[in-house]
């Protein structure tokens, strides 16, 4: 065990070696009303014709929507929509998207949605470059390795950092398994980040997405072999979400405070892609896939248990955020500040009523021993030797890990 844990080491140190030293050709643009501008950022590019536009089936039915595209066409730019995408960014919609694209000789791809409808413009515009593989084939790292159409990614959530990542979370039809499109060719082009876009938001999203982005922020910021920029980007994220999440999520906020959510929000996803992410999401992708539960609330639910679990190793690091939060007193000890970070989490979890909504969804769950250890082997494949976790994570830990947040436990017991 000690010789694996050794290579998982070596390789996640020279996997993130080379992921510091990439450059990404990524440009955000944070303005209300930016949206209306991607006309000419698209004509800069000497793009015209026919363009995809990737968005959900509420959104392609909004006034704000329709205004869009109206402008698009007065600058000369035809919007090809397709609205097939789902709360999942499922293999069978990307092969749709990725046909519509071909078969109407588009020439770029905008993307207006959360997270779901920004990855499957990544994966149906990696598809378009590797027209003889099926999306699912692409799964793993750098399996595109091409040149892809341009991507104009617009958020309308605050949360995934998809607009800036490196990879796409597709879920297999065929296999109901989640799969990672990791290549370092499908970063967006553009970021259009405009609080216009968010306006509407639930606010049950907004503390959904916006706690997804805190996770990214915090794994990132507590992985080993991070890089000074991955660690700015971080520290700036979670100070930005801590600041403003409430105010959003009360609707107090205005556009100014969904502006600073959106820049949070890409600023984490600039670091986890530096950086990755960890146990965390990997958990969290394994019980959401099982029973259906949204990324965003299975992450919040999942990061206070995995966070303790760690323990003192992220101690300093985690005493680190809560100071620049400033949320804990300046000379507390770092133990007791970690557990401040923690518990302010916790109380987040249950301001916005997700830990309530997350039991709900698995109450009538027969949730057995078998489902625990399949969860269990999910998470551990995805993270093994994949994330520069702080600490590595046995199968026999993972599976009592899961069975102690699917019984809403807090307490830390050892095996």
């Not at 290549?183 to 980040?193: E, K, Q, W």
């Not at 520290?235 to 959003?248: C, G």
Request: proline fraction near 3%; hydrophobic fraction near 40%; charged fraction near 20%.
């Amino acid at each position: 065990m000690i010789f694996k844990n050794c290579c998982y080491r070596i390789y996640q140190c020279v996997l993130l070696n080379v992921m510091h030293t990439i450059k990404y050709n990524n440009k955000a643009v944070s303005k209300k009303g930016a949206v209306y501008y991607i006309p000419g950022l698209l004509k800069k590019q000497g793009i015209t014709g026919n363009v995809l536009v990737i968005t959900g089936p509420h959104i392609v039915k909004t006034a704000l929507f329709h205004k869009i595209t109206s402008v698009f066409k007065e600058e000369g730019i035809s919007c090809v929509i397709f609205s097939g995408t789902g709360a999942e960014t499922e293999t069978g919609g990307i092969e749709k998207a990725r046909k519509l694209y071909i078969a109407k000789k588009c020439n770029a791809i905008i993307a207006i949605g959360g997270g779901s409808v920004i990855d499957c413009a990544k994966a149906a515009a990696a598809g378009v470059t590797r027209p003889g593989k099926r999306i699912s084939r692409l799964a793993g790292y750098q399996k595109v390795r091409r040149k892809i159409p341009v991507i104009v990614a617009v958020p309308t959530t605050a949360g995934t950092g998809a607009e800036v990542t490196a990879c796409a979370v597709i879920k297999d039809t065929v296999t109901n398994n989640k799969k990672i499109i990791a290549d370092t060719g499908i970063v967006p082009r553009f970021a259009v980040l405009d609080p216009l876009m968010t306006g509407s938001l639930p606010s049950y999203m907004a503390a959904y997405s916006g706690m997804d982005a805190l996770t990214h922020a915090t794994e990132a910021y507590i992985n080993k072999y991070s890089s000074k920029s991955a660690e700015k980007d971080a520290e700036t994220a979670v100070r930005l979400i801590m600041a403003n999440i409430t105010k959003v999520y009360c609707g107090t906020g205005g556009s100014i405070c969904r502006k600073k959510m959106l820049e949070a929000s890409y600023l984490a996803g600039r670091a986890f892609v530096r950086n990755a992410v960890g146990y965390v999401h990997a958990i969290a992708h394994a019980i959401g896939s099982r029973y259906n539960i949204a990324h965003g609330m299975a992450v919040a639910v999942v990061l206070p248990y995995v966070l303790a679990w760690y323990g003192k190793c992220i101690n300093k690091k985690l005493a680190r955020l809560a100071d620049i939060c400033g949320i804990a007193g300046k000379n507390l000890p770092e133990s007791q500040k970690a557990k401040i970070y923690i518990n302010y989490i916790k109380m987040l979890g249950k301001k916005f009523g997700i830990d309530k909504s997350f039991y709900q969804a698995l109450k009538d769950e027969n949730i057995n021993k078998k489902d625990i250890k399949n969860m269990a082997k999910c998470a551990i494949i995805e993270s093994n030797p994949h994330y520069p976790v702080p600490k590595i994570m046995s199968l026999k830990e993972c599976e009592y890990l899961i069975y102690r947040i699917c019984n809403g436990s807090y307490m830390v017991n050892k095996l």
